[in-house]
């Protein structure tokens, strides 16, 4: 049986990732501090025999024995890794240094939650690996974006300096049931407006794109990367093409809830990138013909009927 760590495991992808793996029977430590995520998240598992819930925060040393580690623990909404900028950096970097270390002292196999934000406001259009990217460095976004791309420098020098098998999967927007309902991301904030009767937030013009991929896909593809051979290290990117911009995605949350919100426009943050979009010709090649299967209206429609249950 393997032994699996997730970090950041009761966060939102890290609870169905950890629901996954149990299911094909793995043995599951998730370790993770609550900054963002919750015990709730992991209710479920809680007392099955393959699981064990840890609290550790991840920019300390951990000293466990496990075959793969999949490292998510970092906050992920603006929101959230902006309150503590520098507490974001650390668990990025910290973070990626302990696991690494993790992973070379019991030669396990090592996965990083990248991101697409390491392509910052992109000047190239879909976004391919091989693009490297228009970050601002001292920005409102930088802890989060930086400390994700030095994240992938060290796991890459871990790969070149110390022969360790590592998997590096960039992820573009990704939605699904237990999102936080005040993680400030766009579409639990869209839901929870739209069911509460509360005016729709969209910031600038509203011609700002996303590409939003369900969390059933991604956490398929992430379990697809582990199991590529130690040859192929990505990073890869993750996402689902299909391209909207904020006011098609307020159109559609309208219509999907029947709720009678109005839209309301507010300023753009700072460094707000302008379009998104995922090239996954990589992923289909190397991840056995992966693609996404979950379009947005029925992972909006999973995702809204979530929210129903925990929003008064
Ligand atoms: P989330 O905030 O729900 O999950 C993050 C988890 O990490 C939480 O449970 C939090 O408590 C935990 N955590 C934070 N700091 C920690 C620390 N120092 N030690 C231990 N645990 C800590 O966010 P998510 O959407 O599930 O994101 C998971 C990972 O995927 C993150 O690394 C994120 O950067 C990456 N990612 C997510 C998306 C997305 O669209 N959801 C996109 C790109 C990358
Ligand atoms: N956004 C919005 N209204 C909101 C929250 C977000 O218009 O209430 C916009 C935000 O400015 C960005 C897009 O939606 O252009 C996606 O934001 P999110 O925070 O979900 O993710 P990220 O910017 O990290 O891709």
């Known amino acids: 049986m393997q032994r699996v760590l997730v970090t950041g495991g009761a966060g939102f992808l890290g609870s169905h990732l950890c629901d996954r793996l149990i299911k094909a029977g793995a043995d599951v430590l998730c370790v993770d501090n609550f900054y963002t995520g919750s015990r709730r998240n992991v209710d479920a598992l809680i007392g099955h025999k393959a699981f064990e819930l840890m609290r550790h925060d991840v920019?300390?040393?951990?000293?466990?024995?496990?075959?793969?580690?999949?490292?998510?623990?970092?906050?992920?909404?603006?929101?959230h890794y902006q309150h503590d900028p520098v507490q974001t950096t650390k668990t990025s970097v910290h973070g990626a240094i302990n696991m690494l270390g993790l992973a070379k002292r019991v030669k396990a196999k090592i996965l990083q939650a990248s991101t697409s934000e390491v392509y910052g406001d992109p000047e190239v259009h879909?976004?391919?690996?091989?693009?490297?990217?228009?970050?601002n460095p001292?920005?409102?976004?930088?802890?989060?974006?930086e400390g994700k791309r030095c994240a992938e420098t060290l796991f890459f020098d871990y790969w070149r300096q110390h022969q360790l098998r590592v998997k590096v999967v960039r992820i573009f927007n990704t939605y699904g049931p237990r999102m936080h309902p005040n993680d400030g991301r766009v579409v639990s904030n869209f839901i929870v407006q739209a069911l509460r009767g509360n005016d729709i937030t969209i910031y600038g013009s509203g011609q700002q794109t996303r590409s939003f991929c369900y969390v059933d896909d991604l956490v398929e593809a992430m379990i697809r990367m582990m199991a590529t051979g130690d040859d192929f290290t990505g990073p890869v990117n993750i996402g689902n093409p299909s391209e909207f911009t904020m006011i098609e995605l307020a159109e559609k949350i309208l219509?999907?809830?029947?709720?009678?919100?109005?839209?309301?426009?507010?300023?753009?943050?700072?460094?707000?990138p302008k379009q998104r979009r995922p090239d996954i010709s990589m992923a289909a090649e190397k991840l056995g013909g992966w693609a996404p299967r979950v379009g947005l209206e029925d992972g909006l429609r999973e995702t809204i009927a979530y929210f129903r249950t925990v929003v008064a």
């Open 59 to 79: 920019c300390f040393p951990l000293y466990v024995e496990v075959d793969q580690i999949y490292n998510l623990a970092c906050p992920a909404s603006p929101i």
């Open 255 to 272: 219509s999907l809830t029947g709720s009678k919100s109005k839209l309301v426009f507010e300023p753009l943050p700072s460094d707000d």
């Open 138 to 145: 001292i920005g409102i976004r930088s802890c989060y974006d």
């Open 126 to 135: 879909p976004q391919v690996e091989s693009y490297w990217g228009r970050v």
